[in-house]
């Protein structure tokens, strides 16, 4: 899995800060920011969750 974040669009949620704490983060101005952009297969289910529940579709994955 690979991690992408687009923080052009991203709406400031922070949902995915929430979900998934070791692979996203929110810089100064609260936009997203990815920390591991290939994290182990134990976070996958919470980052899958977290591209779902992204309300402006800012963070996919490969």
Not at 17 to 37: I, K, R, T
């Amino acid at each position: 899995m690979r991690v992408f974040a687009t923080k052009e669009t991203c709406a400031v949620s922070s949902l995915c800060v929430y979900q998934a704490p070791e692979v996203f983060d929110q810089d100064e101005e609260g936009q997203v920011e990815v920390l591991d952009p290939e994290p182990p297969a134990e976070l996958h289910e919470d980052v899958r969750i977290a591209v779902r529940g992204c309300p402006t579709r800012s963070i996919r994955v490969e």
